[in-house]
């Protein structure tokens, strides 16, 4: 569904003749337009992708919290509530993405990739959930009656030894 909408989306941006992909790609390439468009724009994008990539990972491995915190963060959100851990993980790889579309390490900052660091803030306590707050086991049952016999072979109020034959009739 997304595919198509994507689709959509570039096909109604060249029927328009509205701004698309190419152009962004050269606003990135040319600072703004403030050079001239280049023949070849995909190929330069790649390298800087490349080149981003390895110096962000440079960087990340010198202060490595948040490359550790994305894994913790994501195994703790899919093992404590699984539905609710894969949309969270989407939502952070929207973050990469919108990173990885401005490969300048010029222009990275926090503001470009904050929606992956949603993942380490919410799935790291759920990680510590059970270290933190262990769950009691029967806490999510409904409580029955109080139970006052003592053994399996008594019966309430029917006296010591009575037993199973309690309340028959001889």
């Known amino acids: 569904m997304a595919a198509c909408g994507v689709a959509v989306t570039l096909l109604a941006a060249k029927v328009l003749g509205y701004p698309s992909e190419s152009e962004s790609l050269q606003d990135l390439l040319t600072a703004h337009f403030s050079r001239p468009d280049r023949n070849r724009p995909w190929p330069e994008f790649l390298d800087l992708e490349v080149n981003f990539w390895v110096e962000w990972l440079r960087r990340e491995l010198w202060q490595p919290f948040f490359p550790t915190a994305l894994p913790a963060g994501a195994w703790g959100a899919l093992r404590q509530r699984p539905a609710f851990g ?3 993980v989407a939502g952070a790889l929207t973050g990469v993405l919108n990173q ?7 222009i990275y900052g926090d503001r470009l990739i904050v929606l992956a660091w949603v993942l380490p803030v919410v799935g790291l306590p759920l990680l510590l959930e059970q270290v933190v707050r262990p769950r009691v086991r029967g806490l999510d049952t409904v409580p029955g009656p109080l139970r006052t016999d003592t053994g399996p072979n ?3 109020g029917a006296g010591a030894g009575a037993g199973l034959n309690a309340g028959v009739a001889r």
């Open 86 to 88: 894969v949309f969270l």
């Open 154 to 156: 008594t019966a309430l």
């Open 100 to 106: 990885a579309g401005h490969p300048d390490i010029n």
